[in-house]
T-cell receptor, first 115, second 116 residues
Framework: AQSVAQPEDQVNVAEGNPLTVKCTYS??????LFWYVQYPNRGLQFLLK??????LVKGSYGFEAEFNKSQTSFHLKKPSALVSDSALYFC?????????????FGGGTRVLVKP | DAGVTQSPTHLIKTRGQQVTLRCSPK?????VSWYQQALGQGPQFIFQ???????QRGNFPDRFSGHQFPNYSSELNVNALLLGDSALYLC???????????????FGPGTRLTVL
């Protein structure tokens, strides 16, 4: 079965500094990977996905993610963090073993951007 | 373009009761998935509906059931509620085309269920 791990419960960064949120995955076959963000009392908002192609994926709100097959990682990055980026971030992998596009999520990483 | 909508926003029930949650998919989408997000955890997949049938199911008991209507909207039903069913219930929609699958799932704002 596929799985994702987010090793950091919380990431603290100063506004204007680079932001990285880590994700590693375990799948059989080629992975379909996603990042979502969740603001308080809200649903999940799609940021970006990796299906195939370039290892650097660009997404919404200035976020990007780097796919690394050898390290089985899909880290989310933003060159210059904003206070408004403070939220809960989830990495997810799509189930490729059966009909349907079920997502398996990591436990989430809380990002706190300080002014 | 309307996004995914869910109702109600909040719900309070007591143990043993039954609850029905509703979801309308994003315009143009035909597949609806339901997830349970307990406090402090990532969402857990409950099941997915396509063409009015359950296509995929996660590790949830039969107390959790669902339905999809011809207009692609969906309901999640939970019977014999337990305290542990308290969570944010998220609906997500996507498009399964005849030529393959559009993988991105778009989520609604969720329904917060509290079981007392």
């Amino acid at each position: 079965a596929q799985s994702v791990a987010q090793p950091e419960d919380q990431v603290n960064v100063a506004e204007g500094n680079p932001l990285t949120v880590k994700c590693t995955y375990s799948v059989s076959g080629n992975p379909y990977l996603f990042w979502y963000v969740q603001y308080p009392n809200r649903g999940l908002q799609f940021l970006l996905k990796y299906i195939t192609g370039d290892n650097l994926v660009k997404g919404s709100y200035g976020f990007e993610a780097e796919f690394n097959k050898s390290q089985t990682s899909f880290h989310l990055k933003k060159p210059s963090a904003l206070v408004s980026d403070s939220a809960l971030y989830f990495c997810a992998v799509r189930d490729m073993g059966a009909a349907g596009n079920k997502l398996t999520f990591g436990g989430g990483t809380r990002v706190l951007v300080k002014p | 373009d309307a996004g995914v909508t869910q109702s109600p926003t909040h719900l309070i029930k007591t143990r043993g009761q039954q609850v029905t949650l509703r979801c309308s998919p994003k315009s143009g989408h035909d597949t609806v998935s339901w997830y349970q997000q307990a406090l402090g955890q990532g969402p857990q997949f409950i099941f997915q509906y396509y063409e009015e049938e359950e296509r995929q199911r996660g590790n949830f008991p039969d107390r959790f059931s669902g339905h999809q209507f011809p207009n692609y909207s969906s309901e999640l039903n939970v019977n014999a509620l337990l305290l542990g069913d308290s969570a944010l219930y998220l609906c997500a929609s996507s498009l399964v085309g005849s030529g393959g699958e559009t993988d991105t799932q778009y989520f609604g704002p969720g329904t917060r269920l509290t079981v007392l």
